[in-house]
DNA sequence: GTAATATTTGCAAGTAACTTGCGTTTATTA
DNA sequence: TAATAAACGCAAGTTACTTGCAAATATTAC
């Protein structure tokens, strides 16, 4: 019987008709066993020298596109990847000192989109937001 | 007379104790005429081209360092940059057509910080956010 | 105002994070 | 299982930004 990660990834490709290559399937299952946003070094680090970082950056983008994950710049340099599909929407608090970024659940009132519409003279609508809390981890305090 | 810019770019270096040259004087005037975060691109072609890159780099740097400007990242593959000094906390609207960028006026309840703080597992006090809407600005829909 | 000192600038070269081209390999479809 | 389409791996390229260092400018001390 198949894993968790591994039915669930396998979805993720199948949903959009993407080609389902072990080296996919590896990325994903990595990627859905983190806790929060990850950088493509990390990626590569985790996923072992055999990995091509070409093939890395572009199944990542191939994956934006198609909204299996989500990219994140949280002002380090290089972008942050998590995945998307089936996850609830959320925020997040990033570590100042030491990097450290922590998943926040949305506490979102319906309110905080509709009054920044109100605000927002050229916009009509709004398809998502982005919101991060930048401090210090109790580790780093 | 001073203009109104003129001697509030002239107090922003003073109040840190940064040399006053014609460049960084010229640079936080045009900044300080902007409505929303502009490129490092836009800024050079408004100075026009007795600029240079490099220099206008290092005192963007200098000016984030001591909060005289804000640096945003909407995503584009480049930072934008807004004046900081003695401007409220607000929020921005992004175009994901055009670009377009504006500026919306913080509409937090502190119950915003206060509930992300509490979900936040690994940190005691955050001491910013970012808070970014995208979406079609109404010249794009 | 002028000289001494400290800061900033401009140019050339360098870096990090990606991207592109193209021939080979792997996966999908017939 | 063969034909077709997609993904991969390597080398080379691009962009946004940084660093080193000598020359220019601004600040401070007299
Ligand atoms: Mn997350
Ligand atoms: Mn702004
Ligand atoms: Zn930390
Ligand atoms: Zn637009």
Redesign the interface.
Known sequence: MESFYATRTDEMLRAHGLSRTQGRIALLKLLASQKAPVSSAFLLRKLGTSWDETTLYRALNTFVTYGILA?F?F?HGHAHYEIAHDKPHH?H?V??SCG?I?D??A?DSPQ??A???K?????????????????????C?
Do not use: N
């Open positions: 990219q710049d002002g925020h608090a570590c100042e450290h922590e926040i659940p506490h905080l989109t009054s920044a519409l605000a927002a003279r050229g916009f009509k609508r709004f398809t998502r937001h982005s919101l991060e809390f930048y401090g210090l981890c109790t580790k305090t």
